[in-house]
Every structure is written in structure tokens, then in C-alpha cells.
């Protein structure tokens, strides 16, 4: 069985440079992600994860999870923002500023 | 004897080095990555830069139709015919997607643009279809991990070969279903992830009001309900799930015209789009060859009905 995903997003035993890959990978299809495979997230663009709109809806909830977590009240991210983003590090970035 | 030049058959040929380059890299990449995976820790790399994105590479999306997830994940399709003596036959198949859209709503906003040209066989097709692709969670469910989502793509459609006019929208429903190992929306990584596999399923209806470029045109109003189911395979080249070497893929689609105001004996219709691409590179498109079997009709895109097998090259990003 895999995990639930929005608990994990908001488990802040995990760093947030952990959950946001694990956003990633989840909504790639991993049923029990480990963010340690995304060894170099600033070389790791989005674009290659070919996620489709529906995906980026979801990853954006999920990002915003971790941000009402750490910080609530704070301006969560949107979608067609975090579709922008370049890579993982950019992804981490994003959710990093949205809680500072 | 006819001889026939199919380019789908020579450009690939010319991608092949590209393929043979993009499989050393991944394979760079994929060992890279794992022996940082085996040491546990994610560590900056400060000797390389961050790959810079364009305009293109950030908003564009480039597939076979733009409406549903999965048709964005299948590949645009081409291919040119020159036989001796007579003009070229060809096939474009293409949606593009533009994400670069104002947030204005709670969903997500993209152009969309597709066009749908086939010249090789005896139907026919030429239809170009303009509008705004929306995207919208409706709600959750089993715990948070599964979803629901609307999609609706109102959109001009021009249809050059019937001569008519129409402006059209999809209205669909999709979920992404994870109830446990089986997925329903998103992929199914193996534990090794030498293979991916990928079902989808939507439903929903397409709403059409054909206007006519000319007083023999037929016009007026259309309300289909539609179901479609897509299934796909990959082996991934290096257990790399980013970098699939080659896909099998099945799609098929049932409507039924259950409003038909323009008097054109539509009733149930279907479309079955089956076949394999072999991926010659990855990244930073998709570009493979492949073989795909097609039946029955898509009046939604100007496609009546047809069969044929069809050897392509493809594009997908």
C-alpha cells in the first residue's frame, strides 16, 4: 500500500525539499517515493516528466499542503506557476519563498 | 511499379544519431543518479548549470490533440507520400497546447490549437480548431488521493472539407484513481521501473453547432455523450522512467449523437487508435517512429469514417 500523499505533504518531520519531490514523484506514479532519486534537482527539469495539466492541478494542491503547513494564512502557489517552473529546484524554491 | 519516397520512413533516419546521443546521456544520467540515490543524500551540484528554459520549453505542449491527458500523451503524427507522377499525399496530426494565459479562474487556462490533415487516404480530412483548453479539480476522494477533474475545450473548428464552420466543446470528466497498486490517470511505475504502464479513462459530451460556409451546407446543433478508455505500455530505456524506448498504446472511444439537428444520420460512432512508436530520442522532444492502426470516425475533428495502418513519424512533448 502506498502513502497518502496529503498527510506525507504535511509531515513536517520531512524537510520541504523532501515533500516537494515526493509530489513529484508520486504524481509519476510511485506508490512509496524516494526523494533521495532525485539526486540533483536543479539539473532535473520538469519538462521531463511530461505531467499534463491535470497532474500540475494536483501537484499545485499538494505544494500548497506543505505551505498552509508550515506557514498557514500564506499565499498559496498557483497553477499556471508552478506549470512554469523550470526544474525540481525551482519547484522547492517556489514553495521555500511561499513560506518565508 | 509505383515508387513511393515516404519521408516518415527517411527523417528518422537523420534522428538516429540524436537518438544514439540521447541514449549515452540518459544512461549517464541514470548512473549518476542512482549512485546519489545509494548514498542517501541529495547533493548540490554547483559545477553544472541550471538548464535555462525558454518561452517554449516552459508553455508549450505538443501532442496528437489537445482536449485530454490522454491525447496530449500520445505523439503528433506526420508523413509524406511523393509517388512518381502525381502530387504528394501527407498526414499532419497535430495539437498544440500554449499554457502562457492569465490566471483568471480556479483552474488552469491554455490556448489550444490543432490541426488535422490526411491527404492519404480516401476520406479526406482538413480541420483547424482554435480555443481555450480549461482545467478544473472538482473534488477528492478515497482519503485525498484520488481526484476528479473537468475539462472543457470551447473552440472554433473550421472544417475544409465539408465546408462548414463550427463552434464546438468538449465537456468532460476524468478521475485520477490510486486506490492501491492499480492507477487509474497516472502511471504505474514497475518496482525497477523498467516498465511503465498508463489507463485512463473519460466521459462527458461534446456539444457542436455547425454553421455553413454556403447554402448547401448542412447546419444546426449536435449533443453527444462520449466515453473513451486509453491504455499504454513502455519499456523504459535504462530503467529510466523518463526515457521510454518503446510504447504500445490503445485508445478507443464511443459516442453516441443523442441531439442531431443537422440531419447528417449521425448516431453511435467510434474511433479505435491502436499501435507502437519506437522512441529514437527523449528529450528534449519526444521523437519516435511508429506503426498505428485507426477505424472509425471523429466528426468532432472532421475525420469520417476510415481505416487505415499508418506508418509515421511522431512528436511528442
Known amino acids: 500500500m502506498g502513502i497518502n500523499i496529503r498527510k506525507v505533504m504535511a509531515d513536517q518531520t520531512k524537510t520541504v525539499g523532501d515533500r516537494v519531490k515526493i509530489a513529484i514523484l508520486w504524481q509519476k506514479g510511485f506508490d512509496n517515493p524516494n526523494p533521495g532519486s532525485i539526486a540533483d534537482p536543479k539539473n532535473t527539469n520538469m519538462a521531463d516528466y511530461d ?27 498557483n497553477d499556471a506557476d508552478v506549470e512554469a517552473f523550470t526544474t525540481v529546484q525551482d519547484c522547492i524554491d517556489g514553495v521555500n519563498d511561499a513560506i518565508k | 511499379m509505383k515508387r513511393h519516397i515516404t519521408i516518415a520512413l527517411l527523417v528518422p533516419v537523420c534522428f538516429l544519431w540524436a537518438g544514439t546521443l540521447s541514449a549515452q546521456t540518459s544512461k549517464q544520467d541514470s548512473l549518476g543518479q542512482k549512485k546519489s540515490a545509494a548514498a542517501g543524500t541529495a547533493k548540490k551540484d554547483t559545477t553544472k548549470k541550471a538548464p535555462v528554459k525558454t518561452w517554449f520549453d516552459k508553455y508549450v505542449k505538443i501532442g496528437q490533440s489537445t482536449a485530454t491527458s490522454e491525447q496530449q500523451s500520445l505523439p503528433a503524427r506526420f508523413n509524406i507520400t511523393f509517388p512518381d507522377h502525381k502530387g504528394a499525399s501527407y498526414l499532419v496530426d497535430i495539437g498544440v497546447s500554449i499554457q502562457d494565459m492569465p490566471k483568471v479562474v480556479n483552474g488552469l487556462l ?16 482538413n480541420n483547424l480548431q482554435l480555443g481555450i483548453g480549461f482545467h478544473k479539480i472538482l473534488f477528492h476522494f478515497d482519503g485525498g488521493n484520488s481526484t476528479l477533474f473537468l475539462i472543457a475545450d470551447p473552440q472554433y473548428s473550421w472544417d475544409g472539407v465539408a465546408k462548414k464552420n463550427s463552434v464546438q466543446s468538449n465537456v468532460l470528466l476524468t478521475p485520477h484513481w490510486r486506490p492501491g497498486k492499480f492507477h487509474l490517470g497516472t502511471p504505474i511505475q514497475a518496482n525497477d521501473t523498467s516498465h511503465t504502464m498508463l489507463f485512463s479513462l473519460f466521459a462527458g459530451s461534446q456539444l457542436q453547432n455547425v454553421f455553413p460556409s454556403d447554402t448547401t451546407a448542412l447546419h444546426g446543433f449536435k449533443l453527444r455523450v462520449l466515453s473513451t478508455g486509453m491504455a499504454s505500455y513502455s519499456f523504459n530505456r535504462h530503467h529510466d522512467f523518463e526515457n521510454p524506448l518503446i510504447t504500445i498504446f490503445a485508445s478507443y ?35 519516435s517512429i511508429g506503426g498505428s492502426f485507426v477505424e472509425g470516425s471523429d466528426y468532432f475533428s472532421g475525420m469520417k469514417a476510415q481505416q487505415y495502418f499508418l506508418v509515421s513519424l511522431n512528436v511528442l512533448k
Open chain 1, 51 to 77: 505531467f499534463s495539466h491535470e497532474d500540475y492541478l494536483e501537484i499545485t494542491e499538494h505544494f500548497n499542503i506543505t505551505i498552509d503547513t508550515e506557514k498557514p494564512g500564506a499565499n498559496p502557489l
Open chain 2, 110 to 125: 491554455s490556448f489550444i490549437g490543432e490541426y488535422h490533415r490526411n491527404t492519404l487516404t480516401d476520406s479526406v480530412q
Open chain 2, 253 to 287: 472511444s464511443i459516442r453516441s449523437a443523442v441531439i442531431n439537428r443537422v440531419g447528417d444520420g449521425e448516431k453511435w460512432t467510434h474511433l479505435l487508435n491502436t499501435g507502437i512508436n519506437y522512441v529514437i530520442a527523449a528529450k528534449p522532444l519526444k521523437i
